[in-house]
């Protein structure tokens, strides 16, 4: 979403990106109850909100044929290979900036404009990201527009793709700005102790995004209208007393414009809490397998688990600031930097911010595992549909592609969700 990728580097570190996202991305905006989510058609005839009319191609009236298993399995080893290497790419671009003299052309040039540091922060900023963005187009293309269309998740055409990813950089623009300065300003106003400051503002900055980004930016990317009156609102309704969980609204938005996936969720924190309903989910399951999986959405809501991922982020935050401006320092020598607050530079933060997030992901990962375990139990629990829990399991599996069971390895350093598999055999034995 940021115009540089080594200062989006600096934003995921302490999960500020994710909660920027268009909802369908973000981990707390996303259907938790896989990795990826399904597209199926409603089976009972039940009042709920349909899918606006200009988006009925997209529901359509048989189901998709289920994927073969080889299928399956090749779809997520070519979009995780595809990641690898963008991520190998982004490590050896970042790398190649600062061993070589394009980083310090970059600012020379820049210098040659603005007599500002501050602006020649930005213009520096800028030509780096758009150097990067147009060399990782391919890989962007074929991961998310070419595979989604391939193997039928995608309801986009290539314009209205490319025009989300340019209206994610436009909206992110100001946000890269203020970072920006402010990183930058710490690095020359408080020395060898800047990554304190930072990362104080990037919490306070994560706070105001999970307050804001329901009411002000999700709508820039879907439109929400309130869900109608109707069994399944007041189902919700009743299930939110039950978790004694009080919200704004509830809210449908046309995620079909996008994706065949479905998606439910709780949004924002405090006074800023809503319930998002894809347009997808609405039309095409049962009121039954909503009701469960929105009870798994209570659960995380009931167990703070929102509150305890941003208590860990913060922690990853401060520590890997703190190692990035020891590594930082040790390292401007190795490439001929004299000053940690010389521009050209500044690629190195996000080189080793890049390295610390690698690490340590699995590590989160695993943690966000146990809690969706935990809003599993959860869920079974508070509706008292094991078998809808269970249905809805098996029917987002099928139709869109999850691999039900990834190599362990695969599972323990890329999954933020257990497996298909594992979810499934737990749930079966409560």
Same mark, same amino acid.
């Given at each position: 979403?940021?115009?540089?990728?080594?200062?989006?580097?600096?934003?995921?570190?302490?999960?500020?990106?994710?909660?920027?996202?268009?909802?369908?991305?973000?981990?707390?905006?996303?259907?938790?109850?896989?990795?990826?989510?399904?597209?199926?058609? *409603?089976?009972?005839?039940?009042?709920?909100?349909?899918?606006?009319?200009?988006?009925?191609?997209?529901?359509?009236?048989?189901? *998709?044929?289920?994927?073969a298993?080889?299928?399956?399995?090749?779809?997520?080893?070519?979009k995780l290979?595809?990641?690898?290497?963008?991520?190998?790419?982004?490590?050896?671009?970042?790398?190649?900036?600062?061993?070589?003299?394009?980083?310090?052309?970059?600012?020379?040039?820049?210098?040659g404009?603005f007599?500002?540091?501050?602006?020649?922060l930005?213009?520096?900023?800028?030509?780096?990201?758009?150097?990067?963005?147009?060399?990782?187009?391919?890989?962007?293309?074929?991961?998310?527009y070419?595979?989604?269309? #391939?193997?039928?998740?995608?309801?986009?055409?290539?314009?209205?793709?490319?025009?989300?990813?340019?209206?994610?950089?436009?909206?992110?623009?100001?946000?890269?700005?203020?970072?920006?300065?402010?990183?930058?300003?710490?690095?020359?106003?408080?020395?060898?102790?800047?990554?304190?400051?930072?990362?104080?503002?990037?919490?306070?900055?994560?706070?105001?995004?999970?307050?804001?980004?329901?009411v002000?930016i999700?709508?820039?990317?879907?439109?929400?209208?309130?869900?109608?009156?109707?069994?399944?609102?007041? *189902?919700?309704?009743?299930?939110c007393?039950?978790?004694?969980?009080?919200?704004?609204?509830?809210?449908?938005?046309?995620l079909?414009?996008?994706?065949? #996936?479905?998606?439910?969720?709780?949004?924002?924190?405090?006074?800023?809490?809503?319930?998002?309903?894809?347009?997808?989910?609405?039309a095409?399951?049962?009121?039954?397998?909503i009701?469960?999986?929105?009870?798994?959405?209570?659960?995380?809501?009931?167990?703070?688990?929102?509150?305890?991922?941003?208590?860990i982020?913060?922690?990853?935050?401060?520590l890997?600031?703190?190692?990035?401006a020891?590594?930082?320092?040790?390292?401007?020598?190795?490439?001929?930097?004299?000053?940690?607050?010389?521009?050209?530079?500044?690629?190195?933060l996000g080189?080793?911010?890049?390295?610390?997030?690698?690490?340590?992901?699995?590590?989160?990962?695993?943690?966000?595992?146990?809690?969706? *375990?935990?809003?599993?139990?959860?869920?079974?629990?508070?509706?008292?549909?094991?078998?809808?829990?269970?249905?809805?399991?098996?029917?987002?599996?099928?139709?869109?592609?999850?691999?039900?069971?990834?190599?362990?390895?695969?599972?323990?350093l890329?999954?933020?969700?257990?497996?298909?598999?594992?979810?499934?055999?737990?749930?079966?034995?409560?």
């Amino acid at each position: 979403l940021l115009t540089s990728h080594f200062f989006c580097n600096l934003l995921f570190t302490c999960n500020i990106a994710t909660l920027f996202k268009p909802p369908h991305n973000s981990p707390y905006v996303q259907q938790v109850l896989m990795e990826r989510d399904g597209f199926v058609l *409603r089976i009972t005839d039940q009042t709920a909100v349909e899918a606006p009319p200009h988006h009925e191609p997209a529901l359509q009236e048989v189901p *998709r044929p289920e994927p073969a298993g080889k299928d399956v399995k090749r779809y997520h080893r070519l979009k995780l290979l595809t990641g690898l290497i963008h991520t190998a790419f982004v490590f050896g671009f970042t790398l190649a900036l600062v061993a070589t003299d394009l980083s310090r052309t970059i600012e020379f040039s820049a210098r040659g404009w603005f007599a500002n540091d501050y602006a020649v922060l930005l213009a520096f900023a800028a030509v780096v990201g758009i150097l990067e963005s147009i060399l990782s187009f391919p890989l962007r293309y074929y991961s998310g527009y070419f595979l989604e269309h #391939k193997y039928g998740l995608s309801n986009q055409s290539f314009g209205a793709w490319l025009w989300e990813k340019i209206k994610g950089m436009l909206v992110g623009f100001p946000l890269m700005v203020l970072l920006l300065v402010t990183l930058y300003f710490c690095l020359n106003s408080f020395g060898a102790l800047w990554w304190l400051p930072v990362g104080g503002i990037m919490f306070v900055f994560s706070i105001l995004l999970a307050r804001l980004a329901p009411v002000v930016i999700f709508p820039l990317f879907y439109k929400f209208k309130s869900l109608d009156e109707s069994p399944l609102r007041a *189902r919700l309704l009743v299930l939110c007393n039950k978790a004694g969980i009080a919200v704004k609204g509830l809210f449908v938005f046309n995620l079909s414009k996008t994706t065949k #996936k479905a998606n439910a969720a709780f949004t924002g924190i405090g006074r800023a809490k809503r319930i998002i309903l894809g347009d997808t989910l609405v039309a095409n399951f049962t009121d039954d397998e909503i009701e469960t999986i929105f009870a798994h959405e209570l659960g995380h809501q009931t167990m703070n688990h929102l509150w305890k991922m941003m208590a860990i982020g913060t922690l990853t935050t401060f520590l890997g600031l703190f190692c990035t401006a020891l590594l930082h320092d040790a390292s401007l020598a190795w490439f001929g930097f004299d000053a940690r607050s010389t521009i050209a530079a500044l690629p190195l933060l996000g080189l080793w911010l890049g390295l610390y997030s690698f690490v340590t992901a699995p590590v989160t990962n695993m943690i966000s595992r146990a809690h969706e *375990r935990q809003a599993d139990v959860y869920a079974v629990k508070l509706s008292g549909n094991k078998g809808a829990f269970l249905n809805a399991l098996n029917k987002l599996g099928r139709m869109n592609m999850a691999d039900n069971a990834p190599h362990p390895v695969v599972e323990f350093l890329f999954y933020s969700h257990p497996s298909l598999e594992k979810r499934i055999r737990a749930v079966g034995v409560l």
